[in-house]
């Protein structure tokens, strides 16, 4: 009897004018670096492809243990693009080093 009664109340919800649709936010990222002398040169792409908006969208980059906090956009809309880029001063030894992309 309970499974009848979820079920006749999920048909008919699902009848309603204006009833709920799923939405989504899929960001799609760019990230490209350039190491010139001592500095490292980062730039962030970031395009909401999903079809909502995105809100507080905000980038945080390391690397090294310097981290840069880029600014926030309060609402990055469909096909919208939210892109961010610091130069950090590195003191590293020549080699392959990790860099980190937080989205917020």
Known sequence: MFR???FFIFVLLS?????????YISLSTTISSKVEG???????SIVNKGDESAYGVQAEIG?????????????LGIDQTYQASEQIRLN?????????????
Do not use: C, M, Y
């Open 38 to 44: 001592d500095t490292l040169d980062i730039s962030v």
């Open 92 to 104: 590293l030894q020549k080699g392959k080093h990790l860099i980190q992309l937080n989205l917020r």
């Open 4 to 6: 009848r009664t979820v």
């Open 63 to 75: 690397t090294a243990g310097s981290k840069f906090l880029a600014d926030k956009v309060q609402e």
């Open 15 to 23: 009848l309603l004018p204006g009833s709920v649709r799923a939405s």
